[in-house]
């Protein structure tokens, strides 16, 4: 007998003061499914809220970063996928039906993917070319967005996806150890995608799923300038260690002396010109490279000040 979707897979949505946009996400999300909603805020209301979702179950593990948040998830899934996405998403009609389906018709996929609209538009960042060489440890050339014109008309297969909707085998993820709790927040996803890669595991993107993206809307308006603060200092972090990770170490050190000097030649002009916002943010990527380089950690904190609505 064929199972349901159901029993297949599980839902996992991570938090961290979404606001509303997370209510149109599960309104997307099929009844039949379950739904982990793993909180990294402190938003009491949130967990009222979903009350009224019969397939929801609430888990508040305080503010620690994507990697402990997905391998959290993973530990309390007991269906064979699991399905990530975020609360600013909002998945087309039979997007996950159609990507359980391509389980089926591409069997040495870990992952499969929906194709991605930013704010309605055919999303620039719908998937990555990493030209990994495993053999020199280095990226052939430098990482750029990958800049597309055409839709694609059928499934085709990628090296990296952003974590905005994936759907994965979950003994897939355990055979590689599952997330990197080091990594709080930013290239978590690229990290799981090339390590998937590197163990003979295909990426695979599906045409007929789709996904809507309203970027920039996960959060609060009331700390969007404190959350900006705290990206700017986490994907200077995450950057340079998931290079570390996969790269050889003369080419982490020539990056890392390479944003460190731009940075304190920028702030030189910076003070002068008495740009005090840009002399900031380059203090925050400064910051982050010498967390790196002594090792004292892989998180930010930030205050963040709320004053909560109904």
């Keep these: 007998m064929q199972k349901k979707n159901g029993e297949l897979c599980t839902v996992v949505l991570p938090t961290f003061f979404p606001g509303n946009e997370i209510f149109e996400n599960l309104k997307s999300i ?60 909002i998945l087309r009609k039979n997007c996950i039906n159609n990507l359980i389906i391509g389980f089926d018709k591409y069997k040495n996929a870990a ?11 055919y999303s620039k960042y719908d998937f990555y070319d990493l030209k ?22 059928g499934d085709f297969c990628v090296d990296a996806v952003n974590a905005t909707t994936m759907l994965i085998k ?14 709080y927040v930013y290239l978590e996803d690229i990290d ?11 990426i695979i993107k599906i045409a007929d799923a789709v996904a809507d993206h309203k970027g920039w809307s996960s959060h609060f ?28 170490n003369s080419i982490v050190v020539k990056k890392t002396f390479k ?13 002068i010109l008495l740009r005090f916002n840009k002399f900031k943010i380059n203090n925050i990527k400064l910051s982050a490279c010498f967390a790196f380089m002594f090792k004292k950690g892989s998180y930010f904190r930030v205050n963040h000040k709320l004053n909560y609505k109904n």
């Design 221 to 248: 308006d009331e700390i969007k300038s404190t959350m900006n603060m705290s990206r700017i200092w986490h994907f200077t972090w995450s950057s340079l260690y998931f290079e570390s990770k996969f790269c050889r």
């Design 111 to 121: 992952m499969v993917v929906p194709i991605i609209y930013d704010n309605n538009i």
């Design 192 to 202: 799981i995608c090339l390590r998937l890669t590197l163990m003979g595991y295909n």
């Design 132 to 153: 990994y060489s495993k053999e020199k440890k280095e990226f052939l050339y430098k990482k750029k967005k990958k800049q597309i014109n055409q839709i694609p008309s």
């Design 30 to 89: 099929p009844l039949d499914l379950n739904v982990l909603i793993i909180d990294n805020s402190y938003d009491d209301k949130l967990k009222y809220k979903l009350k009224k979702y019969s397939n929801c179950s609430y888990f508040n593990i305080g503010d620690v970063g994507l990697g402990k948040t997905f391998n959290f998830a993973l530990e309390k899934v007991k269906t064979p996928y699991i399905l990530l996405t975020q609360p600013d998403v």
């Design 259 to 271: 944003i460190i000097t731009l940075c304190l030649v920028k702030n030189f002009f910076n003070l």
């Design 170 to 183: 979950v003994d897939a993820l355990k055979k590689i150890g599952g997330w990197d709790n080091n990594i």
